[in-house]
């Protein structure tokens, strides 16, 4: 086992202890957006260094200011970088040769020298040859290089060649430090956004709160390489140019207008009813913004569609609660429904894709080893490029990849549980999370060739419809609390409400199913377990009562355990063992002699085997119900048909809710899709199985030929089970 090489002090201890310190051989790149912001962090790093005793050299070479001024102990070198780079190069490493062991080295922008060279592949071809050398001396070096300004392939093998890669920007005047990069070490926050106050360096926990500020300040977060001919491509830029020239939607020009039909559709497919909320609710410059967040080519599939038309018919449709301030910012990005192609071309899984989708049967076991054959493909390069280009922004925030296909989520046909999503914790070195997402993407694609998936197609006529998967990669709403990354809210919502238990409520008002934690347990229904139940008419009012309350609430929650790098179930009582999560209060009520109150402020009494999930505090003291409720309306006015969406919610320190809209599609109603239908009057009471006065899901079969009925109580007195499981085969 190699021996670690010693630390070195940075001149900020805050900045040493973020990143396990610097160690004799590091090369530190630090990409700026502005040159002040490498002085704030070269310059004590020299003070500090020559204070140690290491000699310094400050290599001079750009026109821009000086990073560090003479001072005894300092040796400013001048390079001139005009004669080119192989002279360039061979003197640079003459001085590092000269210099020899443990010389520190601080260097001016590097990305000034492609103004001399003309290409970033030469710049590349310098740092390839500079850095090493500087590693075996056990130097450590500062480079500067421009954010945003150089093309993909030079920034992936500047990183790849670098020991340190940080990235730095300013948002609303503050000063953010994001670690890309360390090698060979690693915490649970070392890749996290950390804010800069003086000299203290704060890592960003809230996932809401790193997603605004990444994405203020990365505009272009997948850094586009070389522009294809291609006609997607074509029409974007394009359209681009129309806009930056002062062209409008407002303005009316026909080749404005048409250009933007052209690339809605090239983003989000050719459904009539998606077209039209996007021409209505999306704008050329949001078009655009979608467009940099995509890797590969291609459209971005339903999933993707349905959640950013939400949040834009919610931006700008008048009502009386405005949501901004309401909603969490999202940052996610698409993978297109192009690369979903390419992987399977590239893996020769195309032929076999074409079979099972067009009436090949398939068992579950077979299926096991169409999925091992998917997790052995590989991508195409520039395709890996950009997926660590996504990572290195994501940093180790949690994230999920989620099955975004052109038919789901659409008008029709929801596939809903059809196809798999997948967390990635996305702890651990940056080549553990590079292969953790893989793997993800790999099985979300597998799924679209699962038995279910297959079955459901063929059972709605959609063997020979266009079903390209997109993936959606979305950043885990939530914070950390101790070893563990979740929502403190999560659910889904609908604007009907189809389970109405009293003539009180208003079934048009909409349906709300809550839990504590990750909203895995309000998507999918899980025996024993139960999420809340809140019909947005009447949120108080609920369809359990006495000490139904207690059998009919959560136990357990879904978490990401950050120390084990996997999703996992707990206990509730276990999670809140030290009654310190916080706003408590505000989630359940106490069990003490059979009976539950509600804390009355976040100081009360009781054990964490006493609590009980009921959410009363919440839903009276908040305003998350009210919110929700005029989301739900908002949409279903714009869809024009009842809607479904996931989100998880927040309450900051004040007790404000927020929620993150992560969804939403039409609302599948089964059989009669709202129609009235008439049931016969006076039906003779032999005719009738079975009556229900209050909740009846819609539904029709028609052509019935056979009723088979089972007499319940004979069935229920069959013994042994197995006589009883063999009726079932029998039917």
Known sequence: MALQSPSIQSGIPALDQALQHIRLGDNVVWQVNDLEDYFFFARPFAEQSLRDGYPLVYLRFASHPPVLEAQPGLEIIEVDPSHGFDSFSGKVHQIIEQKGLKCFYVFDNISTLVAEWATDELLANFFQVTCPFLFELDTVAYFALTLGNHDDATVVRIRDTTQILINLYRVKETLYFHPIKVWERYSNQMFLPHMVSGEDVSPIFQSGDAAEIIASARKHPLRAGDETIAPWESVYRTLYQYYKNGERECDGRPEFLSLKEELTEMIFGNQPEI??????????????????????????????????????????????LNFAGKMEDHDSFYIGSDVFFTFLVKNKLFRLRLHLTRGGDISTDEFDDVEQRFLEGVFPREIMDQFQNMLDYFGQAPIIVRSSSLLEDGFGNAFAGKYRSEFCSNQGSPEMRMEAFLRAVKLVYASALNPDALSYRRKRGLQEKDEQMALLVQRVSGSYYKRFFFPSLAGVAFSQNLYAWTDRIDPKKGLIRLVFGLGTRAVDRIGGDYPRMISVSHPELRPEVGDKVVKYSQREVDVINLEENRFETCYFADVVAERDYPHLHMFISTLVDGY??????????????????TFNNLIVKTELVPILG?????????????????????????????????QCRPLGMQGAEGRDVKIPEDIPAEQVLFRASRIVNGGIVSNIRYIVLIDPQVYSSIQPLDRKQSVGRMV
């Open 596 to 613: 539950l109150s509600d804390p009355a402020s976040m100081f009360f009494e009781g054990q964490a085997e006493d609590f009980v999930l």
């Open 630 to 662: 005029a989301m739900l309306e908002r949409l279903e006015r714009a869809y024009g048909h009842p809607v479904d969406t996931e989100f998880t919610a927040s309450l900051d320190s004040k007790g404000q809710a927020r929620v993150n809209l992560l």
């Open 275 to 320: 077209l039209d909320l996007a021409q209505n609710y999306l704008t050329a410059k949001e078009l655009f913004q979608i467009r940099n967040r995509i890797i590969g080519s291609g459209k971005i599939g339903g999933k993707a569609a349905g959640m950013l038309l939400a949040r834009s018919i919610l931006n700008k449709t008048d009502g009386d």
